[in-house]
């Protein structure tokens, strides 16, 4: 993952443009990506489709003609979305066009004006005081253009038409932790699953342009949504920080619930914090029309480290054990949900006799070890209302220790799986709709 | 209002008699209240008027004729509502007409005995210990008679009838925080909201003697009580301690909410205590037959400050300090209840574009401030079934933000108002239901 | 109680035999158990009756004939329902069959095979290594034959049929706190219900084999588990550690929150855990087929204390003192449900005028006591809707203050009674049912 990032770093991504193109189809190495182009001034819920941005070059350049800022020694250097300029001016005056964070004064911060007509540069502070104050030629040449807005699409189909959505925004020019590690991670996870034949999830990775991408893909795709019922957000998965799972707006979602028994028992440190309006794209997927279930997954939280949206946010930020890392508990995540079933204990009163299918120690008097533990929990709640995750919350144990159970239990007779019965229940009751309307 | 309760201090209140009608007008001076009067003998609920209670005089002289204990000196000598009485008598049989604080031997305790026929005296223990054994010639000359009891109300209409009720007892004689401290924020309260044009609500004023005058006004309102949508008992506003917000009976009642709210962001001390039966008048708001949404806010609680109900709660236990902060929290909570509406996000699907709108920043890349949070805030969660006390707390923004942020959104009609839409729906079901009835 | 476990330690119990028979004659000679036989090979739920397993002798002998493993001196030293057996083989065969705790090398572990044909022996760590590797003799001179499961049961009939169930196992051989203790807590409370006149509840004692006996009277009596309104199974109680209870599989039944309530207040160390599917015969009637309210009381929880299911849980271990508290706590829980019901006030709107009834302090001014207060929160909470339970959960007192109050209050008509009306309304919906199969 960290040399598939390192090879999508110097492309200059943006909402629109050739950059993201690129980062498309080099994600398609790995996984069949389906490639959207929506065209500029489409409506797309209250916005509008923006016209397509690319960059030949941009600089400033002193009286002695040396590029003292310059566009191809880092992307960052230009504001994004930057309108085409040309012209001379003395330091005073361009200042107003120039970013600098003078808390850190070696970085470059990373700015935007998507919605708003302008051009700026961005530099390190240092450079910034290094600049005598005579007259500077700046050079902004990009183009702003009808175009189209690039999506990146990738269906899995499973056993059931229900989907988890995968998200991850692919805006940022130069980058690492955010986003390129969540691009990394959400294919290397894509390709883990489309390997996975025994998938009961459809699951939908979205590879957009943060905001008006999501914004644009549920213009397009409103009646999609239903299908819907797990979601994440995944980014900034390449840092060494804690994880960080920020609930769905709905709070207790399965989703929600399944990412905080993974981090709980992941060993890992791990905050699990409410959903809040700010962020990621589950912005608009939990924007209160839509109340998707969809959470976000991260390691340190969107803004909350000190390279964020700067040139600190570089490869040596993000290292592949982290990386390794924020796969494995997606994973988890995955294996979860495409695990917790809810099941009938088939032999309700009293507890069945374990001993004599070998479920059981057959010399009494000592503690029951965990794995024997996990049956008897499972026995207990199985009445057709707790989940294998219900369990899992109530009982302490680990999710993967109960569905071993489970599926011991499903081998002797002992439970019997409802998600089918209760399509059967459903069917049955649309079928004998038409008879209550004939009396 | 400190010097306003100067002039109230020495006034002798009771249940009923000339104090507490001398005591409503001095409040009259200030807001128009009206005086009920209620004959002694009407039966109210399970109790009866009492007779009106009246002084003359009080004292005890030593065989010297000097006054020993002397009414005239201070109200609090005499037991409230104590009978008449002429007599002389030894030491050893006046003292079980006395009452005294052994563990504070400067202070005169404050006692009374409306329902039960005694005369008594109450005193410094330090002048107890000076009485020698003598004869003491004793003089109780107070009138108990058929008259009134007398009830101070003042109703300002808004543009609802649901009211809120405020409600403050004004049955102690000369003690300062209990409660010429919660007459005086309750007049202050009222004539600010008297000038207030925009009121939403309706507000009832109750300038009442402790209990008695609860229960005469509810026996003689009991069909005014469905409109009280929220109401607050005032009581020991002047003492230094900390807020003591006591919640109604229901726990979660929308007051309760709005006093923990504005506590909570109040940067005062403060303490959110559940309801109990125990108390001032909010124990009969909160009986169970009427269980109205009433709470009890004080600066130390009922009781808990050790001048309670002793001649230490004097002026000097009070300062014009507290009296203010006491009113600007009562302000807060009132101003909380006008402007707790609940709206609908116009663009429930995905944010609106708030860029263009000049409610988010131009340049992105930094952390947003939290005027435009609270924006996102009032989006997400405005989906006609969270009011903005709902956003306040999941929130954690302050409620005045959110509120701020409602009326810019409401400007850019990014929201719509639900409460008379809400009424309409009423009103169109009011209608409807005749024809189901020809049916 | 402690000289009554003392005449029961040195028989052999196990889940059949002529040991649990003597067993439930000595409890006979307390309250008059009624002892049902059931005969091997009853099919009873998922499980069968086993065949009645009885000891004559056991034994092993070393080559000089001295018995180096005696039956005779403990009946720990014979693993339960072990098959007849009789041989000569060398020490290291022979180790298969021995059972030792090294890690407590003084201590003979308590082992049982009850559904496995083996044969066993246990032993202190410390003999097994004083053993020479030469060759032994063993002797096993059990009986496994066609025979009985014994169960006792003991019903004391109330003035309502709603049951109160208490069952304890009787399944251990020289256990002192496992479970005697249970045993002898079980037996006096029964003796002392059966002195209570005024019973409200019926009550069903029962005294069986762990597991198998809950699962045999459970198949048996099916229709009488509807009944079961609240129960405890009791077990080492005897210990002088702190109490635990663990809640029934609901969490939030009656008798886990009286159970909760009579801890609180006790004054002994204790702790309240969530029911978990391992422990004792709570195990069978939490089967989500039955899911009965049966919490759990123990001191020392279940496995938890070092001498479990040891040779060194004997009369020592459990003190006279322990067991006299354990009683008590029993009967405050049995008092609490007795006690708990639910009144209507009788004068909801505002408080009735307690002074006058001498149900409050004629002379005022002064902080209440706490009897008053529980007659202003037995009042204010008397809604019909609230148990006395609720009430002493809400306000903080302990329930016994809260009843005494009720008391006084139904003496002066302040109360009502419901659980009679309510009865009567169910009465009358049952009578009502034939007119509308008529129709």
Redesign the interface.
């Known amino acids: 993952m960290h040399d598939f990032m390192r090879g999508l770093f110097p492309v200059c991504r943006s909402i629109t443009g050739d950059g993201n193109r690129e980062t498309l189809h080099r994600i398609r190495q790995w996984i069949p990506l389906e490639l959207h182009e929506v065209p500029s001034g489409t409506p797309v819920?209250?916005?509008t489709v923006p016209k397509e941005w690319n960059v030949q070059d941009a600089y400033i350049k002193d009286a002695s003609g040396r590029r003292v800022v310059d566009f191809q020694a880092s992307n960052l250097h230009l504001?994004s979305y930057s309108v085409p300029f040309r012209g001379t001016m003395p330091l005073t005056e361009l200042r107003q066009h120039l970013?600098t964070l003078p808390e850190r004064p070696d970085w470059i911060?990373?700015?935007?004006?998507?919605?708003?007509e302008?051009w700026?540069f961005c530099l390190a502070d240092r450079e910034l005081r290094l600049l005598d104050e005579g007259t500077y030629e700046v050079c902004v040449d990009t183009s702003m253009k009808d175009g189209h807005l690039t999506l990146g699409e990738y269906l899995l189909e499973g056993k059931i038409e229900d989907e988890v959505l995968i998200s991850t925004h692919i805006c940022h020019p130069s980058l690492a932790n955010d986003n390129l590690s969540g691009i990394a991670v959400a294919t290397w996870l894509a390709g883990y699953l489309a390997r996975r034949r025994d998938r009961r999830f459809s699951y939908r990775f979205l590879f957009i342009p943060g905001?008006i991408g999501?914004?644009t893909w549920?213009?397009l795709n409103?009646q999609k949504t239903d299908a819907i019922k797990h979601g994440l957000t995944v980014s900034c998965l390449g840092d060494r920080g804690p994880f960080t799972y920020k609930r769905s707006?709905r709070g207790d979602a399965e989703i929600d619930r399944a990412a905080g028994q993974v981090l709980h028992h992941s060993g890992f440190d791990h905050e699990v914090v409410?959903f809040?309006?700010?962020g990621y794209d589950e912005?608009?997927y939990?924007?209160?029309?839509?109340?998707l279930p969809v959470g976000s997954i991260s390691r340190t939280a969107h803004?909350r480290y000190r390279e964020y949206?700067t040139s600190a946010d570089d490869l040596e930020l993000v290292t592949p054990q982290a990386l390794g890392e924020s796969l494995s508990v997606a994973l988890s995540i995955v294996d979860l949900l495409e695990g917790n079933e809810t099941y009938a204990?088939t032999?309700?009163?009293?507890?069945?006799?374990l001993?004599?299918r070998g479920l059981y120690p057959?010399?009494?008097?000592?503690?029951?070890e965990v794995e024997q533990?996990a049956i008897?929990?499972v026995?207990?709640?199985?009445?057709a209302s707790h989940s294998l995750l219900d369990i899992a919350e109530?009982?302490g144990l680990a999710f993967p220790l109960l569905r071993r159970a489970a599926d011991r239990l499903l081998r002797h007779g002992l439970l019997e799986g409802l998600p089918d019965r209760r399509r059967a229940f459903g069917d049955a009751d649309e079928l004998s709709r038409p008879e209550v309307d004939v009396e």
């Open positions: 819920l209250d916005w504001v970013f911060p990373y700015r935007t004006s998507y919605y708003e302008m700026g905001t999501s914004i549920l213009a409103q707006r409410n809040s309006p700010y912005r608009q939990c924007s209160p029309g839509f109340n803004g949206h204990n032999n309700p009163r009293g507890e069945p006799q001993g004599r057959s010399v009494g008097g000592k503690d029951l533990l008897l929990w026995l207990n709640l199985s009445d109530v009982s």
